[in-house]
C-alpha cells in the first residue's frame, strides 16, 4: 500500500512540474525605441515596430495605448 501510494505521489508531483513549465503568452519587442534624429518642422515620419509572440499559448493585443 505504501508503495502504491508513493508511486501515486510520484506521478502527481511529475504532471504538475509539467504544467507549471508551460510557458503563457508573451510579447517581445526587440527594438523598443527608434531615434529619428533631426526631423524637420510638420514632416511625416513613421517606423514599424516589429512584435514577436514567443510564448506557447495564444497572444492576445487587447489595447494599444500610443505614447
Known sequence: MRRILALTSGIFLMLFAVGSLTAAPRLEIPDE???FGFVP???SIAHDFWLHST?????R????VPG
Open 61 to 64: 493585443i487587447l489595447k494599444v
Open 55 to 59: 510564448g506557447d499559448e495564444e497572444l
Open 33 to 35: 525605441t527608434f531615434n
Open 41 to 43: 518642422q510638420h514632416a
